[in-house]
């Protein structure tokens, strides 16, 4: 088991909480984003599978949410979100994850994470700046309004992307996510997809396809 580092920190308007694995970088990053009403600590239930040498990301949105927590764009009730809409939150993560704020990570490297509105905030990353992303998982998530119209353009040409769901997931419907992995397959992602009978979670079967996911990699 390798050591590691945990703490949390303040980066100019970010609070982040960072894992850094003992021994010299660089460290290939994994940024692992939140979801709607969540915040820097949450994300870490998936730690455990993801790569022991990554350097692990988990940054607090800017904004808060309406019932407490944070949120990644000006929510408004009953209406998903648009890629115009999570755009800033997409390029404000680049601007997070430069050499300047983590000289020990291989930004080469760099592969994310993400958790209902946080997966859409992702899709919407990769979609819009092609090649930042070495691989991404999309968990309980969906994709934003017009990414579809993106995808003719084949952004996402062989990158792995994870996708995974529950049939009963009462926040997001499962169709959204089968509907997610068809329109980043053909946006040219190499899609795996874990679909199980729970609610707006990952049950075991999806947790552990999520670390063959990585190792595999």
Same mark, same amino acid.
């Given at each position: 088991?390798?050591?590691?580092?945990?703490?949390?920190?303040?980066?100019?308007?970010?609070?982040?909480?960072?894992?850094?694995?003992?021994?010299?970088?660089?460290?290939?990053?994994?940024?692992?984003?939140?979801?709607?009403?969540?915040?820097?600590?949450?994300?870490?239930?998936? =730690?455990?599978? /993801?790569?022991?040498? *990554? +350097?692990?990301?988990?940054? @607090?949105?800017?904004?808060? #949410? !309406?019932?407490? %927590?944070?949120?990644?764009?000006?929510?408004?009730?009953?209406?998903?979100?648009?890629?115009?809409?999570?755009?800033?939150?997409?390029?404000?993560?680049?601007?997070?994850?430069?050499?300047?704020?983590?000289?020990?990570?291989?930004?080469?490297?760099?592969?994310?994470?993400?958790?209902?509105?946080? =997966?859409?905030? /992702?899709?919407?990353? *990769? +979609?819009?700046?092609?090649? @930042?992303?070495?691989?991404? #998982? !999309?968990?309980? %998530?969906?994709?934003?309004?017009?990414?579809?119209?993106?995808?003719?353009?084949?952004?996402?040409?062989?990158?792995?992307?994870?996708?995974?769901?529950?049939?009963?997931?009462?926040?997001?419907?499962?169709?959204?996510?089968?509907?997610?992995?068809?329109?980043?397959?053909?946006?040219?992602?190499?899609?795996?997809?874990?679909?199980?009978?729970?609610?707006?979670?990952?049950?075991?079967?999806?947790?552990? #396809?999520?670390?063959?996911?990585?190792?595999?990699?």
């Amino acid at each position: 088991m390798m050591d590691f580092q945990v703490e949390s920190l303040q980066i100019q308007d970010w609070v982040v909480k960072v894992r850094t694995p003992a021994g010299p970088g660089p460290h290939p990053l994994v940024l692992m984003v939140h979801g709607l009403a969540g915040d820097e600590n949450v994300m870490w239930v998936f =730690a455990s599978r /993801l790569p022991e040498n *990554a +350097l692990l990301v988990a940054p @607090r949105a800017l904004y808060p #949410a !309406g019932q407490g %927590g944070y949120t990644w764009h000006v929510h408004r009730e009953d209406e998903w979100p648009s890629v115009d809409d999570l755009k800033p939150a997409a390029e404000a993560l680049l601007g997070l994850i430069t050499p300047e704020h983590f000289p020990d990570a291989d930004l080469e490297q760099v592969s994310a994470v993400g958790f209902s509105q946080g =997966a859409a905030v /992702l899709y919407t990353l *990769a +979609l819009t700046h092609p090649g @930042r992303l070495r691989a991404l #998982a !999309g968990l309980a %998530g969906f994709l934003p309004e017009g990414a579809e119209n993106l995808a003719a353009a084949e952004p996402l040409k062989n990158l792995p992307v994870f996708v995974a769901h529950g049939v009963r997931d009462e926040r997001v419907p499962v169709e959204r996510a089968r509907r997610a992995g068809e329109v980043l397959e053909q946006a040219g992602a190499d899609v795996t997809y874990c679909e199980d009978d729970v609610g707006h979670k990952l049950s075991l079967n999806c947790f552990k #396809a999520l670390e063959r996911f990585f190792k595999g990699l």
